[in-house]
């Protein structure tokens, strides 16, 4: 799974066929979308119109269990099949629960028709997203496939040493959502400012730096073709120890997502 990767989340569908065949071109080949992000046609067509061979793309996408209703088997094979004909592709590189909706009581449900879909191969992966660590406990528990990634909320302002922790400890990725903290307070704050100036490089990039040097996956977000190249051209730089330091002290706990123990 390559460490960096293009998020669509908030790309109108009639966008996002641009926005992804920009970021093909500056070199993504990870691209994140979900089912309630509705641009999963007009990612599919960047995806399948650009001439790269499929088995170096990575796609992702969701399952998005928010309906008002808990899923069953059969539902979740409906979702799926409606996500593969949209995007237009016969498998997906990685399948994700979006939110454990855990009063819900459904996740496992879920989980277990995912190992399914993985076990048919249109899904080379399968995985969760906004997962807490009881979440994980009783999924590893409770199913076979241990969740190749957990795509959470992470950047700065809220590193989640705990869930890192965690992860690694179970052989899970962690891929950060919001990576650049949706481009508000954190890419003007002094530090990472500092921090950029330092190096001759943007906020944008130090804190996609920091994201890479944690270990971390990273999908920014950006529809300004500029953006997109500037954000997947981090090399050649590296943090140091009075850096790390620096961004370690931005941690204030502060989500700019919902809690996961509250959203249904
Ligand atoms: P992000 O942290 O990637 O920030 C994106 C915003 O930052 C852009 O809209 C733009 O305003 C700004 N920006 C981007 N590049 C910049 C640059 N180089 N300089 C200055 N500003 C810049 O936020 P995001 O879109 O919330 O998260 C990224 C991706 O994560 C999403 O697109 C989606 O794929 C995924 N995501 C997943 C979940 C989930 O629940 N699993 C939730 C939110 C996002």
Redesign the pocket.
């Known amino acids: 799974m390559p460490r960096l990767?293009?998020?669509?989340?908030?790309?109108p569908d009639a966008e996002a066929t641009a926005a992804v065949e920009t970021a093909l071109a500056a070199g993504y080949r990870s691209i994140?979308?979900?089912a309630v992000?509705e641009n999963e046609a007009g990612t599919g067509k960047a995806l399948t119109g650009s001439g790269i061979p499929r088995d170096e793309l990575f796609v992702?996408t969701?399952l998005w269990n928010h309906a008002a209703e808990t899923w069953t088997r059969e539902g979740v094979l409906r979702e799926f099949d409606a996500s593969l004909e949209r995007l237009g592709l016969d498998y997906v590189d990685l399948y994700?629960i979006?939110?454990p909706r855990a009063v819900r009581d459904d996740y496992l449900t879920i989980y277990r028709t995912f190992e399914e879909i993985a076990a048919s191969g249109r899904a080379r992966a399968i995985g969760v997203?906004?997962f807490k660590p009881a979440h994980l406990e009783r999924l590893l528990a409770e199913t076979t496939v241990v969740p190749a990634v957990n795509?959470?909320?992470l950047?700065p302002f809220l590193p989640q040493a705990e869930l890192r922790a965690f992860h690694e400890r179970h052989g899970i990725t962690t891929e950060?959502?919001?990576?650049?903290?949706?481009?508000?307070d954190?890419?003007t704050t002094p530090v990472i400012a500092g921090v950029a100036e330092k190096h001759g490089r943007?906020?944008?990039?130090v804190?996609l730096r920091w994201h890479l040097q944690l270990g971390n996956v990273?999908?920014?977000?950006?529809?300004?073709p500029?953006?997109?190249r500037?954000?997947i051209d981090v090399s050649g730089f590296s943090l140091d120890a009075e850096d790390l330091a620096a961004i370690a002290a931005l941690d204030s706990g502060t989500r700019?997502?919902p809690d996961p123990d509250e959203f249904d």
């Open positions: 990767g293009f998020g669509v989340w908030q790309v994140d979308t979900a992000y992702t969701k994700l979006h939110w997203s906004n795509q959470i909320e950047h950060a959502w919001s990576p650049l903290g949706q481009g508000k954190l890419l943007t906020p944008a990039q804190v990273a999908i920014p977000k950006s529809v300004t500029s953006r997109i500037e954000n700019l997502g």
